[in-house]
């Protein structure tokens, strides 16, 4: 969430016709939890005094965590006929317990739009009270200029990689588990990635003596993340139901895409809204190993698939593009035109 926010801040100040204020977070990963707390407070200050001055005509807030600050500037905002609108992720809305109970429902009531990252994610937002009037989907976006088309593996092997939290719904260990026994000797497949579930992806590597195939590469850098997916042929997303823990739209399949490295991915929440069929990956039914295995082999990991993936990123999710959606959508509710 917080790199979607940087990237579109800066997409929307580049524009020449958007007067834009920011009120960004930009920290290190490591600080921006305990950093993130006080930028709250300090932020609905001078929201407060923003709407106040009637400075601005619309709010976008990047998520529904800092979405939650609408319920505190509402009534200034009426007051102004300033508009609100938030992002929505997906796990900012259906995170569980106290959070789930007291914040989600008011924030929405306090929204005049909000705008979910895919169609599955809308839906828990409709879910939770948000007329389907008021909700837009508008996909995340890549800056592509971090990201150039790879060569893939360049071997008569096969590489497979995944990127992102070691948690349960991501279904690392399950894909260890069920589809990797199923796969060739030459398949190799790299895990980028920290989190609770380490153990558990370890455990399976080692039932099936897996050692010399899969590798847990831990948290890599922005840079080592861009070899990796320029190095692989083909980016996976095996993720499994979890309730309460949604994916609610899969950003590392993008960033792979701007390497031009398809995905192969389960046909689940967010991530279906992200993979074209056999444009720039492979949907495949959550669960389902042998589907996996098969859609793997059969990909053709060629350099014109890999030229394909990244025009199909470019046009579809880069940042110029997107942000064009969200000042389209942002100028219908200044002035009413919202259908």
Not at 140 to 145: E, I, R, T
Not at 146 to 162: C, D, I
Request: hydrophobic residues 40%.
């Amino acid at each position: 969430m917080q790199r979607v926010a940087v990237e579109l801040a800066d997409a929307l100040s580049s524009r020449d016709d958007v007067q834009y204020q920011q009120l960004v977070l930009r920290s290190a990963w490591k600080w921006h939890h305990m950093q993130c707390a006080p930028w709250l407070v300090s932020t609905a200050a001078r929201l407060y005094r923003i709407s106040t001055q009637r400075k601005v005509d619309v709010v976008l807030f990047s998520s529904m965590v800092t979405g939650a600050l609408a319920t505190l500037i509402r009534r200034t905002c009426d007051a102004a006929n300033i508009k609100l609108a938030a992002i929505a992720h997906g796990r900012d809305v259906t995170l569980p317990g106290i959070y789930q109970a007291l914040q989600v429902r008011r924030t929405l009531r306090a929204l005049d739009l909000v705008l979910p990252v895919s169609r599955a994610t809308g839906a828990e937002c409709a879910e939770r009270g948000m007329p389907l009037s008021r909700i837009c989907v508008i996909p995340n976006g890549v800056a592509l200029s971090r990201y150039m088309v790879g060569t893939g593996s360049g071997e008569a092997s096969l590489h497979l990689a995944s990127v992102g939290r070691l948690v349960k719904r991501k279904g690392f260990a399950w894909f260890i588990d069920q589809v990797m026994p199923k796969l060739p000797s030459h398949v190799q497949y790299k895990i980028a990635g920290s989190g609770p579930e380490a153990e558990p992806i370890q455990r399976a590597i080692n039932r099936h003596d897996l050692e010399e195939r899969v590798h847990l590469l831990g948290r890599c850098s922005d840079e080592e993340l861009v070899k990796l997916y320029g190095k692989s042929d083909l980016l996976i997303m095996p993720n499994i139901p979890v309730k309460g823990d949604m994916e609610g739209f899969g950003i590392v399949m993008l960033e792979a895409g701007a390497c031009g490295t398809p995905a192969i991915a389960a046909n689940l929440e967010g991530i279906q809204d992200v993979i074209t069929d056999g444009v720039n990956g492979r949907l495949v039914t959550s669960g389902h190993s042998t589907g996996f295995a098969e859609a793997i082999l059969n990909y053709p990991a060629t350099p014109e698939e890999r030229a394909r993936t990244r025009e199909h990123t470019v046009d579809n999710f880069g940042w110029p593009n997107i942000a064009e959606l969200y000042v389209r959508k942002l100028r219908e509710l200044h002035t009413g035109a919202l259908t």
